[in-house]
């Protein structure tokens, strides 16, 4: 069969612009501005650099999980240990603090036994084949499990000063240290996931890992890489965390990894696998902080807010899909 | 005598091919009906109609004389209609006796389940087909014979009418199938209307009564088993119109590019030997289960062989993984184009440039510029159709999605491209294209091993086939002894023809 | 069949080695009135474990289950603090946590989405509106009444009232489960969605049926524990709902779906139950306690796996195996 002139298909239907207007982080857009709009109106204290600054302790350590949180969702994978290898870092620190270590040892510390952590999740999720949700399950209870041998319960307190920097410190005017790690890691991440190879074959894996075996991606060489990146954002979060409270109790950081997956599934990720971006991670990263820190000018409880959330949760993925029975438009 | 079930101009398509056109086909009260035909002839389809899975465009359904449809699978088994298949549809953590009852138990008085009417009632059925199985057993335990009779247990607790029975004998060794002849028999005697659809010939002539020939989607004959012959049966299978044209070969064939010796696998394949050529196409024939995409998934580095050595130029060449293969210049385009193929959800180029990405980045950064351009270069060679290139691949059809994978593969500058199954499933516009494609390359020095089960592909593209059966290779043929014969006789074991 | 590869029978005797290991500490803990006590501690986690496995069988999760016992529990407590007699909290405990459960099972089967997303939402909405409906108090001993609290502890044949519940709930689930229909469907949902539908389960309305359920076994646990420990408050059970997965994972329910049992979910919440109560006996720090059932849960996923390896496809004739 002969074709008379060379079909040429062009590379793009329409242009990126036009399809992020449409997209998932152009709608959290509009929810942050729309949340940051009306705090403003709530609260007199809201628009203070200050006040803002102090706001983004709620979110920072939690982002920088939830980057790499993401990455392994969008892989088909889950991490639920994540918040108990906060605390078995932070014990980790506190050991090493208690035997005369100094602030770049304690540093070094926590994000080693991040790794380490990792790297065991990596080991039975990518080396033995086991689900990830059950087994993360498991290393989440023995984790803090040992924290708590550890510890019982007392707690590490003592820290050196100049530690203290990481979670209390200021780099320049109101951007505390932990903002601008936040910011840093995002486009870190951002880059990873969405301008490298590695990024690609992330989002390959998610969509098909059979598919992306038969093409010569090592699945299992890059899941257990993103249980060694949710293992060192932890240790990295730890390291901000301890450093911010100054001490380190066994139950430092509960229930914590449920707020990372929250804010990973609000940005748009799916719990599926295979697709969302960091940008709607960082977003929803804002918005959580900003409700966080806008009911908390008004005085609301922090229990009345998680009702917030989770209504939020349950409606932004909810809200899509009954859209899309009615013929509109989206994934 | 009047069938049992009959149907009349069935025709079903799907987005680019046409299944079934206008076909008939008579099932008989206590006669087994053989369907034969090649692979895509149509034969899974009609199973697909019959028992209410597919719905047909046009036709008409007869049960005993009256029209009647089947909406649902339910309104199938309703009607007395069921299937035992290759795969079995059943549940592997229940056991025989849940099996055989599921969706309609026997119940006791508060009207829960009774399982011990259960038990007694599965233990009859299976005596009653001479299977010797506990009911208590998980289905998960038992081999695939077993679990045929199982899902046979479950037609006839039903009280089937019609029994369908696609290619039972697929995985079963002599003394199974033999037990599965006295079963059927059984069957016959107690009135049921049985389909029996096979490639084998000594099957086909021991127990089927009746023989319904389908080709190509369409009926091309029926009659009584005693009546014809072997040949018969093959030419009416094989016999082609003129329509189908293949490409033109020019037959430059060079060096040896691959030699594969002694590869052994534990229960996939063995003793697989043989050399592969620059430019040369090399067919490999065989039925379904015969083990042939298994060792090509073997030479792409998926899978490990126990035993064996490849050469590749003559040097001695050891594939662990799919990447290292990619990188020996092996690729392989698999048959499960959904599964294995294609990444739906990722565009095309994506699609396009995934095993190329050491390539087309640098220092491990994406270049989209670079990946549009390979992937226009790649799409336009195939003459692909698609609205634009970051349109996801799932949106394509089967012929176009094919094209993508192709083009993955050919990005990848192979030497060896084995392309398994390479038109099933696809229209006859984009088959031709495909058949195009592959010449060209073969023409351009790449050597091409073609698995295919459709003979006049197979014959039509190849410079040599071997035929593979059961796991080992038991024919080659070049020349004038690539005839259609030869290939259905060795693939199904019969003799052949020097 | 081996009994060696029976999944339960491994596990209970898993238990007795460690009630063997306990006994050379303290010989005193396998006595029958402290194995009724530990019996009795593990009701609540055997009773949700039950719901749990239900929900697990048809490949779904629901991380709701303590938030959901929480709100029930404190609503029984308020509603005693009215005066509604117990004859009447105790239906309506069931019911609101059949409520809250058919919550769960709605958005999972209407709204298609994945449970593990709108289990993790109603566990915070759950909890926050136990806030919200007391402002932050606590609902303490004092302001319940005598027969409300009484109801758990109250003597039967030897045993408390709780572990009769719980035995009551252990057999109606066990007849529920392998005689009604759907009991069978579970199974079937789980182990082959696609087989199921053909034989006329709809796999949407039997994940909620199981959400339902497991709602309702968590509003039974609500009153339990409010008034066996004899407080009400937003926290109670916190982290609970991790313990009763785990339950159900020592158990040998396969969180694929479609693999499980009464027995071994039972068996799963007494294994973590044994060792909660043993450790103090045998002068092990209950801080240990986390740790080991975090390393049960990886054993016994690694065991689960091992157990369910799937068969290569066999075409040689030579290698079949008969």
């Keep these: 069969m002969s074709i008379l002139t060379p079909r040429v298909i062009p590379d793009r239907l ?37 006040n803002l600054s102090d706001a983004t302790f709620n979110f920072t350590e939690k982002a920088m999980i939830a980057f790499a949180m993401a990455m392994l969702i969008i892989a088909g994978e889950i991490d639920l240990s994540v918040a108990s290898i906060i605390a078995l870092a932070s014990t980790a620190m506190g050991l090493a603090m208690t035997a005369g270590a100094g602030t770049p040892v304690l540093v070094l510390v926590g994000i080693g036994t991040g790794l380490v952590c990792g790297a065991f999740n990596a080991w039975l999720v990518a080396g033995l084949g086991l689900p990830s949700i059950v087994v993360t399950i498991g290393t989440m209870s023995l984790f803090r499990g040992i924290s708590f041998i550890v510890l019982g319960d007392q707690a590490f307190t003592g820290y050196p000063e100049s530690f203290a920097w990481f979670g209390q410190g200021y780099v320049f005017w109101v951007f505390s240290f932990e903002f601008v790690l936040f910011v840093v890691l995002a486009l870190a991440y951002g880059i990873l996931l969405h301008r490298t190879s590695f990024g690609r074959r992330v989002y390959a894996i998610g969509n098909n890992a059979t598919a992306a075996a038969f093409s010569g991606i090592r699945v299992a060489r890059v899941k257990a890489t993103l249980f060694l990146l949710t293992g060192l954002m932890s240790g990295i979060a730890a390291v901000c965390l301890t450093s911010r409270l100054g001490s380190t109790r066994p139950s430092i950081a509960t229930g914590m990894e449920l707020e990372v997956v929250t804010m990973v599934v609000l940005g748009g990720v799916s719990i599926l696998g295979g697709s969302g971006t960091i940008p709607g991670v960082v977003l929803a990263a804002f918005i959580m902080g900003l409700v966080t820190f806008g009911f908390g000018l008004l005085n609301v409880p922090g229990i009345v807010m998680s009702i917030f959330l989770g209504i939020l949760l349950i409606a932004v993925i909810a809200l899509p899909r009954l859209f899309s029975r009615r013929g509109l438009s989206r994934k | 005598m009047q069938p049992v079930l009959s149907l009349r101009g069935i025709s079903k398509s799907f987005p680019g091919v046409k299944a079934l056109s206008g076909v008939q086909l008579d099932l008989y009260p206590g006669q087994v009906t ?52 290759q795969e079995t549809v059943l549940f592997d953590e229940l056991s025989v006796a849940e099996n055989i009852w599921l969706g309609h138990a026997p119940r006791s008085r508060f009207g829960l389940i009774d399982w011990k009417a259960m038990r007694e009632g599965a233990r009859k059925l299976l005596t009653s087909i001479g299977a010797d199985l506990d009911p ?25 009418r019609v029994v369908i029975m696609d290619e039972p004998t697929a995985s079963l060794s002599h003394k199974e199938i033999h037990e599965l002849y006295e079963l059927v028999d059984k069957l016959k005697s107690q009135g049921k209307a049985i389909l029996f659809i096979s490639h084998k010939f000594d099957e086909i002539f021991r127990i089927a009564d009746r023989y319904t020939v389908f080709r190509d989607g369409a009926f091309v004959g029926e009659g009584r088993v005693s009546e014809v012959t072997e040949s018969d049966l093959v030419r009416l299978m094989v016999g082609r119109s003129v329509d189908q044209i293949f490409p033109a070969r020019a037959h430059n064939i060079g060096d040896e590019v691959l030699t594969v010796a002694g590869y052994n696998h534990p229960t996939e394949f063995a003793d697989i030997g043989f050399t592969l050529r620059q430019g040369e196409i090399l067919g490999f024939y065989g039925l379904v289960g015969a083990g042939r995409s298994e060792v090509m998934q073997a030479l792409f580095g998926m899978t490990r062989p126990s035993k064996g050595a490849m050469r590749l130029d003559g040097q001695v060449r050891v594939v662990r993984s799919a990447d290292e293969a990619i990188a020996a210049g092996i690729v392989y385009v698999p048959e499960d184009r959904g599964r294995q193929g294609a990444v739906k959800g990722l565009p095309i180029f994506q699609n396009v440039t995934l095993p190329s990405l050491p390539a087309t980045s640098r220092n491990g950064f994406l270049r989209l510029a670079e990946e549009f351009r390979l992937t226009r270069h790649y799409t336009q060679r195939l003459d692909l159709r698609a609205a634009a290139l970051d ?13 993508v994978v192709i083009a993955k593969w050919l990005a990848t500058k192979p030497r060896v491209i084995i392309l398994d199954e390479p038109t099933k499933g696809i229209d006859i516009g984009s088959k031709a294209a495909v058949h195009e494609f592959m010449a060209e390359l073969a023409a351009e020095g790449l050597a091409v091993i073609m698995v295919s089960s459709e003979i006049p592909e197979v014959l039509g593209m190849s410079d040599r086939v071997i035929v593979m059966r059961e796991g080992r290779i038991v024919a080659e043929y070049s020349g004038d002894a690539m005839t259609p014969e030869n290939l259905v006789r060795a693939a199904a074991g019969l003799e052949t023809a020097a | 069949m081996s009994l060696l590869k029976n999944r339960e029978a491994l596990l209970a005797l898993a238990i007795l080695v460690l009630l063997g290991l306990v006994t050379t500490r303290f010989a005193g803990f396998v006595a029958p ?14 009773i949700l474990a039950i719901g749990q496995m239900i929900v697990i069988l048809t490949k779904c999760i629901d991380l709701s289950v303590a938030a959901n016992l929480a709100l029930t529990g404190m609503v029984s407590a308020l509603l005693n603090g009215m005066g509604v007699p117990l004859v009447i909290i105790l239906p309506a405990a069931i019911l609101l946590g059949a409520a809250l459960g058919a919550v769960n099972g709605l958005l999972v089967w209407k709204v298609g989405i994945p449970s593990i997303v709108v289990t993790l939402g109603t566990m915070t909405i759950f909890r926050g509106i136990i806030f919200l409906i007391t402002n932050g108090k606590w609902v303490n001993a ?50 082959n969605p696609h087989a199921a ?16 359920i497991s709602g309702a076994l968590a509003g039974l646990t609500g009153y339990l524990w409010v008034a066996r420990y004899a407080v009400a408050y937003v926290d109670i059970a916190g982290g609970f709902e991790l313990d009763v997965v785990a339950a159900c994972v020592i158990g040998g329910v396969s969180i694929a779906g479609g693999a499980g049992s009464v027995a071994g979910a039972v068996l799963g919440a007494i294994f973590l139950g044994v060792i909660k109560n043993a450790l103090p006996v045998v002068n092990i720090s209950p801080f240990w306690q986390m740790a080991i059932s975090g390393s049960a849960i990886i054993l016994a996923v690694a065991f689960n796996a091992v157990q369910s390896r799937p068969k290569g496809r066999i075409i040689l004739k030579s290698a079949e195996a008969r």
Excluded: C
Excluded at chain 3, 33 to 45: E, G, I, K, M, R
Excluded at chain 3, 164 to 187: H, K, Q, S
């Design chain 3, 142 to 191: 004092h302001e319940m009444t005598e027969g409300f609290k009484a109801l758990p502890r109250a003597m039967l044949l030897g045993l408390p009232v709780m572990s009769w519940i719980a035995i009551a709930v252990i057999l109606l689930a066990t007849l529920a489960l392998g005689r009604t229909a759907l009991g069978r469907a579970f199974y079937a949902v789980g182990g």
């Design chain 3, 197 to 212: 539908v053909y034989t006329g389960i709809d796999v949407g309305r039997t994940q909620a049926a199981a959400f339902v």
């Design chain 3, 33 to 46: 009135s402290n194995l009724a006590l530990v019996f009795n501690d593990t009701a609540p986690l055997m």
């Design chain 2, 34 to 85: 053989a369907l034969v035909g090649e692979n895509g002839a149509g034969k899974s389809t009609i199973v697909k109609v019959l028992t209410g899975i597919y719905q047909p465009d046009e036709g008409t359904i007869s049960v005993n004389g009256a029209e009647t449809r089947f909406p649902t699978a339910e309104a199938a088994a309703a009607a007395g209609v069921t299937a035992i298949h």
């Design chain 1, 14 to 50: 329409q242009s990126p612009l036009a399809r992020a207007t449409k997209s998932w982080e152009a709608l959290l857009l509009a929810v942050f501005i729309a949340v940051f709009v009306v705090n403003s109106f709530a609260s007199p204290y809201f628009l203070n650099a200050w």
């Design chain 2, 391 to 403: 349109q996801d691949v799932g949106l394509l059809s089967g012929g176009n999605q094919q094209k």
């Design chain 2, 136 to 160: 208590d057993l998980k289905l998960r335990d038992l081999g695939i014979a077993s679990k045929h009779l199982v899902a046979i247990a479950r037609a006839l607790s039903i009280d089937a």
